[in-house]
């Protein structure tokens, strides 16, 4: 027998392996060492994720910091500005004219009502600060969670891949000795052959000599005839000489007696020799049947105790499947109550966030009379500034579109590859069914055990057809799940879009404020050219702050964008470790594949042991060890359509442990998307409430 070699596949190469005595169980072992050295989650990215964390929670602490500062500063500027009212309008208090008072009653009254909304906007912004403190430590508490979960299936893995080398030495070393139990039964055989060959031989000679002899006496037989036949002639003649003669004939007659007497003690000695010869023939027939009734004995045994180690494997199994469904109920559970804590956390920041948007606005409205010169230079600034922006996200989401034009075409050179898989499983089905047909018609006189074995021949290639099926369906389900992120990207390009809009719509706004506002400035440029210049200098303050808010606002999207890649990044490595898992549960089978083959030559090594043992028994008719032998082909029979069960039960179970790893890796990998997804809503929601404002 020659050892079954196989070569480790990858998905990139479509390299196929027709024979399987080109199979080698050391490629699987290097695979499974390689899956251990090449694990992505090596101390090096672990290195870097804890930094990566750490790096973050700095720099969300150094921005709350910052934040609080620059509010700090503004109730000072504020507090400031309602010290200084008092002096500004004294001077303006002497002025006899009732219009004048009337418009400074005006004025102040303006100025307490933006006091009063710079207020409400401070404690806006502290409200803002202690939610992103909040937003920030839940991220780090979440990212703690993902790397633990990631460090569990690292180990499980691992222990996995160990269980699985143990299973394939334990399979090597099962075939190894039952070649090498089989090895002296196949001797035996050889020489119980030789000894029939060898006793028909001896027959043979011995028939040789018996016709031998009988042609001899048949010889003596005529002569003495022809002797009588002359005496009774010559008696007339020789009538006289005949008492000379009588004497010589009756020693002729002696002599042909002891001749006759000779060839009968010959004959005699001949048949006890046979005799005896057949008798040791038979005991010695009789050690070999019983010499091979013990081996079977044995290898009965040994079949019962592998099917005890079976069973035990099937257990152990089971009691795996049941703790991974335990744990994933578990985990459902926790993310529906979350999720349905944070929809209605959600729903009341909403609430508050219109109400405050409200507020926002009708101030904000107030304040643009009174200070548009400024403000327009400012817009113009912040609009050229968010025109830029926008075409740096416009080239990021066509650099994103690219990658994920690739990332389908990747996809579609991988459903060709599986096609041209299936395609070349049909045709090995087809050739498996036309040589079993051509078997069929050679062996209409074999048992019913070779058409259960073709019957579960057929049974495999369908499940290998129903599993290239399912990764069908994996592939197309991948397509669509793609297809929906392009349009998710799609719809966020609007979003941008309505906000360049709106940004316009903003400029016109002000260019109507500005025509309507210019003629009532006139009246006030005299008066008011001090008071301007105070208020330039402090709006160039808030145009400062607003602008270093949109920076850190632009930054924390930057993050973001980052951490999404990142995210991305990881979320590939773990689909190359599934693709990997993948690959050895298909050389695991390939191996049982090898398994069965063996089995059956073995099989087959039996059946033509028992047809030599049937002859020999027409030969012999040795009544109980035919008995015996019966009664172990049909133990045997019974033990291997047992073991052909349990393989069965084992390959179920496997495809059952994949299906969950599938599943989990999906729920996995949406439930990161769907955290992206809302962080990165978030903050759009945010820019555009901070650009409207």
């Not at 260019?511 to 301007?532: A, G, M, T, V």
């Not at 990997?580 to 695991?588: F, H, I, Y």
């Not at 594949?593 to 012999?620: A, G, H, M, P």
Request: with cysteine; aromatic share 6%; charged share 25%.
């Amino acid at each position: 027998m020659q050892q079954s070699k196989f070569r480790t596949v990858s998905p990139m190469q479509c390299q196929y392996i027709s024979t399987p005595s080109n199979c080698s169980v050391g490629g699987a072992l290097k695979r499974s060492k390689n899956l251990k050295t090449q694990s992505p989650y090596s101390s090096q990215n672990k290195e870097s994720i804890n930094n990566q964390t750490q790096g973050e929670n700095d720099k969300n602490k150094n921005r709350c910091k910052e934040i609080g500062i620059e509010v700090a500063k503004f109730l000072q500027q504020i507090n400031k500005n309602e010290s200084n009212f008092p002096s500004m309008y004294s001077s303006i208090v002497g002025i006899d004219n009732k219009n004048h008072e009337d418009s400074q009653a005006e004025q102040q009254y303006k100025l307490l009502q933006q006091n009063q909304s710079l207020h409400k906007q401070s404690e806006i912004q502290q409200q803002e600060i202690e939610q992103w403190k909040q937003k920030y430590e839940q991220a780090a508490m979440q990212l703690n969670e993902m790397r633990n979960k990631y460090d569990e299936d690292i180990k499980i893995l691992s222990q996995e891949i160990q269980a699985v080398n143990e299973r394939i030495t334990s399979c090597e070393q099962q075939r190894n000795y039952s070649f090498f139990e089989q090895k002296p039964t196949g001797d035996n055989l050889t020489n119980m052959s030789m000894q029939t060959f060898q006793r028909s031989l001896n027959e043979n000679d011995n028939q040789i000599e018996q016709n031998k002899l009988l042609d001899e006496i048949s010889e003596k037989n005529s002569i003495i005839k022809s002797l009588t036949f002359t005496i009774e002639k010559q008696k007339m003649e020789i009538s006289e000489a005949q008492l000379r003669y009588n004497g010589e004939i009756e020693q002729l007659k002696n002599k042909v007696s002891q001749i006759q007497v000779e060839h009968q003690n010959q004959i005699y000695q001949q048949k006890m020799k046979m005799e005896f010869y057949q008798d040791s023939q038979v005991q010695n027939m009789k050690i070999a049947y019983n010499n091979q009734i013990e081996i079977l004995k044995e290898e009965i045994n040994q079949l019962k105790c592998l099917i005890d180690i079976k069973n035990q494997e099937i257990q152990t199994i089971n009691n795996q499947n049941q703790r991974l469904k335990y744990q994933i109920d578990l985990e459902n559970n926790q993310i529906k109550q979350e999720n349905e804590s944070l929809k209605l956390k959600l729903i009341k920041k909403e609430q508050q966030y219109l109400e405050d948007v409200n507020q926002i606005k009708n101030n904000y409205f107030q304040m643009q009379k009174n200070e548009i010169d400024s403000i327009k230079q400012s817009s113009q600034k912040q609009i050229s500034v968010l025109e830029s922006e926008i075409k740096n996200l416009k080239e990021f989401l066509s650099a994103n579109n690219s990658e994920q034009q690739q990332l389908m075409i990747d996809r579609l050179r991988q459903r060709e590859y599986y096609e041209i898989e299936n395609q070349k499983l049909n045709n090995i089905i087809e050739d498996q069914n036309n040589r079993l047909l051509s078997q069929r018609l050679q062996s209409e006189t074999l048992n019913d055990e070779s058409i259960k074995k073709i019957q579960e021949i057929q049974l495999q290639c369908q499940l290998l057809l129903e599993e290239t099926n399912q990764k069908m369906e994996q592939i197309n389900r991948e397509n669509i799940f793609l297809k929906n992120q392009i349009i998710q990207k799609d719809n966020e390009i609007n979003n941008f879009e309505n906000i360049y809009k709106k940004l316009n719509n903003y400029e016109e706004n002000l260019l109507k404020l500005e025509e309507e506002n210019s003629n009532i400035l006139h009246h006030y440029e005299q008066q008011d050219r001090q008071k301007q210049k105070e208020k330039e200098q402090y709006i160039y303050q808030l145009q400062r702050n607003f602008e270093n808010q949109l920076k850190q606002y632009d930054f924390q999207l930057q993050n973001l964008i980052n951490e999404k890649l990142q995210y991305m990044q990881m979320l590939e490595i773990k689909n190359q470790e599934c693709s990997d898992l993948s690959l050895e549960v298909k050389n695991l089978q390939l191996k049982q594949q090898n398994i069965r083959i063996d089995n059956e030559l073995l099989y087959s090594k039996l059946i033509s042991l028992s047809n030599t043992q049937e002859s020999n028994r027409i030969i012999n008719d040795p009544l109980n060890n035919t008995v015996q032998f019966k009664r172990m082909s049909e133990q045997i029979s019974l033990l291997q359509n047992e073991l052909m069960i349990k393989n069965k039960e084992l390959t179920q179970i496997i495809d059952k442990y994949q299906q969950l790893e599938q599943i989990v890796c999906k729920n996995q990998i949406k439930q990161v998307d769907q955290s992206l997804n809302d962080l990165m809503k978030k903050q759009i929601r945010k820019s555009s409430q901070v650009l409207n404002q």
